[in-house]
């Protein structure tokens, strides 16, 4: 067998759920194990592709793409990277004698995005309901299946709320994977091997680049992988019906858009951060003017506020590393996009958002086109925006 013919064997053996046919290529007992413990969750999940690819033909340990796209959930073939080990026997004949996750991303690529949840969990539990695709450890399944509805029912409003305000579908995503775990440091891991532990992250939405898109494509993303920890209050206290429904609704906003992304290449640019947390934010408590106003006033009160200030445009300064001063920097930008909704209507608000991810050079632009503004008018206008519905915020010093 022909390397070729060993991933065609792989390619054949999910789609047809065979598992003698896919563990054939592999050799040795350990080895073999640990592929059908990757077999056995892989066919749990409905994919529209599931393929493996060389990404370098030379000799040695060989980087290899599992080609994937989750029928519902992606809008295109995305990957995660494997080293696999090959052994040539006589006649050409070939086997895997070892597999694992790519530590490195290959060369001009953004990540490896490895491990998924079927490389990390023994036995995997998925859950579908309406758009959404829930995977946890098959210990938390009741738990699981107990925030399902909750979760479907955040995918469905956010869904709505866009399609309502007749904003442009071309390219939403419309089904979301979440990842649901209660380990630290195991939510740390996902996607992005020893990734950064950032205590105050509650969940996290991540863009999956498109497989193999062209530099002139405008679709670069082929879907989102969400992951959210279920040990916080959100998911434990008493009223975590509202917790679930608020941050599913804040992650799922995220994964929405993130197909309007048009960045490549290993570095990627994104719209302002002001714009991503803002309209999640709003997403999550639009319905809820109420509580939303509440939080507002509680998490700015004695805020240092003047015309000046802005929700930072950057990550770095946007996630402050004080629990306090993110809340604060959150809900700054919650309220531009809320003013932005409430001023121009959400259609502009929503288009200028997924122009912004389309094209985030352009934003002087944008606020003309979508707004028939420039940055500065939009600015003064929050900024009596935020005085008025945060009473109790600060004075500062110019
Ligand atoms: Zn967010």
Same mark, same amino acid.
């Given at each position: 067998m022909s390397r070729e013919k060993v991933y065609d064997t792989l390619a054949k053996a999910i789609k047809d759920k065979d598992e003698a046919a896919y563990l054939k290529p592999f050799e040795g007992a350990q080895n073999k194990e640990h592929a059908r413990k990757l077999f056995r969750n892989l066919v749990k999940v409905p994919f529209t592709v599931a393929k493996f690819e060389e990404l370098n033909a030379g000799n040695g340990s060989r980087p290899v793409a599992f080609v994937h796209q989750i029928k519902g959930i992606d809008y295109a073939p995305v990957y995660e990277q494997y080293i696999f080990e090959f052994e040539s026997k006589p006649e050409h004949y070939q086997v895997i004698t070892g597999f694992r996750g790519a530590t490195e991303p290959y060369l001009g690529t953004p990540g490896s995005f490895y491990p998924a949840p079927w490389d990390v969990y023994e036995d995997m539990t998925v859950v579908r309901k309406g758009r959404v695709m829930i995977i946890s450890d098959k210990k938390h399944q009741a738990d699981t299946r107990r925030f399902a509805p909750y979760v479907a029912r955040a995918a469905d409003d956010d869904v709505r709320t866009w399609e309502r305000s007749g904003a442009? +579908? +071309?390219? !939403?995503?419309k089904g979301a994977l979440i990842v649901l775990e209660p380990e630290r440091n195991v939510y740390d891991k996902f996607y992005k091997g020893n990734g950064d532990h950032d205590s105050l992250e509650a969940g996290v939405n991540l863009a999956m680049p498109k497989y193999k898109a062209e530099y002139e494509e405008k679709a670069q993303y082929g879907g989102s992988r969400i992951v959210m920890d279920s040990s916080l209050s959100r998911f434990t206290s008493s009223a975590w019906r509202q917790g679930v429904t608020d941050i599913s609704r804040h992650e799922i906003g995220h994964a929405m858009v993130a197909t309007y992304d048009t960045s490549r290449g290993p570095l990627p640019v994104f719209p302002d951060t002001w714009i991503a947390e803002g309209f999640a934010g709003y997403l999550e408590s639009r319905d809820n003017t109420a509580r939303a106003s509440a939080e507002a006033r509680r998490s700015l009160d004695g805020y240092k506020f003047g015309p000046w200030v802005r929700p930072a445009d950057d990550a770095e300064t946007f996630y402050a590393k004080t629990a306090k001063e993110r809340r604060s920097i959150y809900v700054l930008a919650r309220l531009a996009i809320q003013y932005m909704a409430k001023k121009y209507g959400e259609k502009a608000a929503f288009g200028f958002v997924a122009a912004q991810y389309a094209r985030p050079g352009k934003q002087q632009e944008h606020f003309s086109q979508y !707004?028939? +503004?420039d940055r500065n008018g939009f600015w003064d206008g929050w900024y009596n925006y935020v005085r008025a519905q945060v009473p109790n915020i600060g004075a500062a010093k110019g």
């Amino acid at each position: 067998m022909s390397r070729e013919k060993v991933y065609d064997t792989l390619a054949k053996a999910i789609k047809d759920k065979d598992e003698a046919a896919y563990l054939k290529p592999f050799e040795g007992a350990q080895n073999k194990e640990h592929a059908r413990k990757l077999f056995r969750n892989l066919v749990k999940v409905p994919f529209t592709v599931a393929k493996f690819e060389e990404l370098n033909a030379g000799n040695g340990s060989r980087p290899v793409a599992f080609v994937h796209q989750i029928k519902g959930i992606d809008y295109a073939p995305v990957y995660e990277q494997y080293i696999f080990e090959f052994e040539s026997k006589p006649e050409h004949y070939q086997v895997i004698t070892g597999f694992r996750g790519a530590t490195e991303p290959y060369l001009g690529t953004p990540g490896s995005f490895y491990p998924a949840p079927w490389d990390v969990y023994e036995d995997m539990t998925v859950v579908r309901k309406g758009r959404v695709m829930i995977i946890s450890d098959k210990k938390h399944q009741a738990d699981t299946r107990r925030f399902a509805p909750y979760v479907a029912r955040a995918a469905d409003d956010d869904v709505r709320t866009w399609e309502r305000s007749g904003a442009d +579908t +071309t390219r !939403l995503s419309k089904g979301a994977l979440i990842v649901l775990e209660p380990e630290r440091n195991v939510y740390d891991k996902f996607y992005k091997g020893n990734g950064d532990h950032d205590s105050l992250e509650a969940g996290v939405n991540l863009a999956m680049p498109k497989y193999k898109a062209e530099y002139e494509e405008k679709a670069q993303y082929g879907g989102s992988r969400i992951v959210m920890d279920s040990s916080l209050s959100r998911f434990t206290s008493s009223a975590w019906r509202q917790g679930v429904t608020d941050i599913s609704r804040h992650e799922i906003g995220h994964a929405m858009v993130a197909t309007y992304d048009t960045s490549r290449g290993p570095l990627p640019v994104f719209p302002d951060t002001w714009i991503a947390e803002g309209f999640a934010g709003y997403l999550e408590s639009r319905d809820n003017t109420a509580r939303a106003s509440a939080e507002a006033r509680r998490s700015l009160d004695g805020y240092k506020f003047g015309p000046w200030v802005r929700p930072a445009d950057d990550a770095e300064t946007f996630y402050a590393k004080t629990a306090k001063e993110r809340r604060s920097i959150y809900v700054l930008a919650r309220l531009a996009i809320q003013y932005m909704a409430k001023k121009y209507g959400e259609k502009a608000a929503f288009g200028f958002v997924a122009a912004q991810y389309a094209r985030p050079g352009k934003q002087q632009e944008h606020f003309s086109q979508y !707004l028939g +503004t420039d940055r500065n008018g939009f600015w003064d206008g929050w900024y009596n925006y935020v005085r008025a519905q945060v009473p109790n915020i600060g004075a500062a010093k110019g």
